[in-house]
């Protein structure tokens, strides 16, 4: 797989393609508006700095790379369905995209914008518990602003539902110290609290585990006092979701793949369409879901 990457695309100063010694390969990516890291495994964005600014994703130190099991980290695709399969318990969470390899079609360079596209795994009729031949493909554009398009196409003869997330990880100073905006008054779901109904009131801050599905804000800030800058995330209209999670210690202490103090510089906001927020696919029909991350620096 790599020697067919390096023949297709070792040409482009922007892009270089790593071969591990497990076969997985890993693209960098640098232009003078930014930096990133991929990997084909789950087509998962691992880092992105753009210029004058530090890495903005968070990657956990104990996740491996080597394709055994999902990245703890970046920016993981959940497909065609989010957390557990609503049907088959035995099902992998989380769907089958973000443990497969993917495609890269093409690369190419738009000013100081990098735009790779990827096609995915096939979720065929009667296989992949049961998803009607859905068809994926993501988008990336990596510069001053990191945008993702994950379009998901029906060729199946049968009408599709699915729930899906770009479970994006953010790298943050101190947890006890950020604030999240967007989401006074916004009802949620406290998947902590057996799914109950709530409310919030101000801003999102965190003094112990939160796992809560919001109703989408227009623009979605996380302010870092720490590390002096600020992170906006927008949908463009194409989720009602918004997934905002951060284990605490103790669950911290439970993943084989994460650190015990990891939470304290982590946080996920994900833009997704679950819960209520399902998408349904007529044959032949297509829907993209799309983030857009932006950073600057914060000012008093």
């Given amino acids: 797989m790599h020697q067919a990457l390096a023949k297709k695309f070792g040409h482009l100063p922007f892009l270089t393609i790593a071969n591990p010694a497990n076969g997985v390969p890993t693209l960098k990516i640098s232009t003078p508006a930014a930096t990133a890291g991929m990997s084909l495994f789950g087509a998962q964005v691992l880092s992105w700095a753009p210029r004058d600014h530090q890495n903005v994703l968070w990657l956990s130190p104990s996740t491996s790379l080597d394709g055994s099991a999902p990245i703890r980290g ?57 998803q009607p031949g859905l068809q994926l493909s993501l988008g990336v554009r990596i510069g001053e602003i990191l ?116 939470y304290k510089t982590m946080v996920c906001i994900e833009t997704a369409n679950v819960a209520a927020d399902t998408i349904k696919l007529p044959p032949g029909a297509s829907h993209t879901l799309r983030a857009l991350i932006s950073v600057a620096t914060l000012t008093d």
């Avoid at 970046?74 to 089958?96: N, R």
Wanted: aromatic share 8%.
């Fill in 74 to 130: 970046g920016i993981p695709v959940c497909w065609p369905w989010f957390g557990p399969h609503p049907e088959d318990p035995s099902a992998p969470a989380h769907g089958i995209a973000r443990t497969a390899l993917w495609n890269l079609d093409s690369a190419t360079l738009d000013d100081e914008t990098a735009i790779l596209k990827f096609s995915g795994p096939q979720a065929p009729s009667q296989q992949s518990l049961g």
């Fill in 147 to 262: 945008d993702l398009a994950l379009t998901t196409t029906n060729i199946g003869t049968q009408s599709a539902t699915l729930s899906q997330a770009l479970h994006s990880y953010f790298a943050v100073g101190a947890i006890q110290h950020i604030s999240i905006d967007g989401f006074d008054k916004s009802t949620y779901l406290d998947k902590l609290d057996d799914g109950r109904t709530k409310q919030q009131s101000g801003l999102v801050q965190f003094e112990e585990e939160v796992d809560r599905i919001y109703n989408i804000a227009p623009t979605t800030i996380l302010r870092d006092p720490l590390l002096s800058r600020e992170i906006k995330i927008t949908s463009q209209g194409t989720s009602r979701s918004t997934v905002i999670w951060n284990p605490w210690s103790a669950k911290s202490q439970r993943l084989d793949d994460m650190p015990d103090d990891g």
